[in-house]
């Protein structure tokens, strides 16, 4: 090869680089630094949440007893069954008369007694508690419809973004501003 041919390529290949970092430069200076928003949708979950939830209500009981035999009931009815049967007939059937009085009326004291007991009830206020769950929403970010270069995409972000998004290095940059800002006031 000759002197002459061997400049020709050394030349020719810087020119090729020089041309080259231009056209990439020019490239870079042509790239959009924002994509337009064409829609925002809010996403968001539902969550979970127990809780106890209590209320004061009435319950009724039967009250406590003082003579669960009813002893009082059957003598009372004894006593007045007893008398009533003796104001009832003469001399052998009022000795009959009476003890019947008395059987009669010890069970009816009886019954009475027990039907009255059955009746007497008390009326508390218990506290009852029980868990439900609250459901709520909660919003875990925006899915955000963007067109970028005649294309249109989706992206997700944590932040509501307005009418563009940013784009860096040809893709959508989902940092949301003011951790851009403290990004690139880092960098500076």
């Known amino acids: 090869m000759d002197q002459s041919m061997m400049k020709g390529l050394v030349v020719g290949g810087l020119a090729m680089v020089v041309l080259g970092a231009g056209a990439v430069g020019g490239y870079r200076y042509m790239q ?8 925002v949708k809010e996403v968001t979950k539902t969550v979970s949440t127990p809780r106890e939830v209590c209320e004061d209500v009435a319950v009724r009981r039967q009250a406590p007893v003082q003579d ?17 049967g003796s104001a009832v007939g003469n001399g052998s059937g009022k000795t009959l008369a009476t003890v019947a009085g008395a059987v009669g009326g ?8 027990k039907n009255m007991q059955q009746n007497d009830v008390v009326t508390t206020t218990e506290r009852r508690c029980r868990m439900v769950q609250e459901k709520t929403q909660q919003l875990v970010g925006y899915d955000v419809t963007f067109t970028l270069d005649g294309k249109q995409g989706v992206v997700r972000t944590s932040w509501k973004p307005g009418d563009t998004l940013p784009v ?15 990004l690139s006031q880092d960098r500076s």
Not at 106 to 113: F, R
């Open 68 to 84: 669960q035999h009813r002893i009082a009931g059957t003598a009372v009815g004894a006593i007045a069954g007893g008398l009533l």
């Open 32 to 39: 959009p630094e924002v994509a337009q928003v064409v829609g």
């Open 106 to 113: 010890g069970y009816a004291g009886n019954q009475v007694q």
């Open 168 to 182: 860096k290095d040809g893709q959508i940059d989902t940092t949301p501003p003011a951790q851009a800002q403290a």
